[in-house]
């Protein structure tokens, strides 16, 4: 029966950020919330580069089990309350609340993705992720492993 289980979750992997860390769907709120730090890294430098859009559009797709157009959606949303509109504090703080630390990790982990799509990494870029890998408690270490 092990055997199965683990066959199971090969071939239907779970969508590690479809649930928070008391197991409801993850909201508009959270999601939004991831959005918007992927959009803000990829915005960080002077181009939206087309890499930087795949990657994010992917990334959602399977970290939060939703289609394309949820997800073209969702980014949609997300940039409207990009900041000043919003506080990035909030956002963090949202992310800090409802989900675990392997989550807040795979935020990171695609926060980098992000950051390096382009092959440069601005210094902006930087410090950005790793600020906002602090803000979310991951380690330096963490945080570098998953990049």
Known sequence: MRLLDELQKF??????????????????????????????????????VWREHRLIVQGLERAFGLARPEVLQLLERSEEIRPPTVRLADVTQVIMDRYDETQRQEIVRLLWAIVD??????????????????????SDEAAAQGR
């Open 11 to 48: 071939l239907h992997p779970e969508h590690i950020l479809s649930k928070d860390r008391s197991g409801a769907l993850a909201d508009n709120e959270i999601q939004a919330a991831t959005a918007l730090l992927l959009l803000e890294a990829a915005h960080g430098d002077e181009e939206f």
């Open 117 to 138: 799509a382009d092959g440069v990494a601005t210094e902006w870029e930087k410090v950005f992720a790793t600020h906002v890998a602090q803000a979310l408690g991951i």
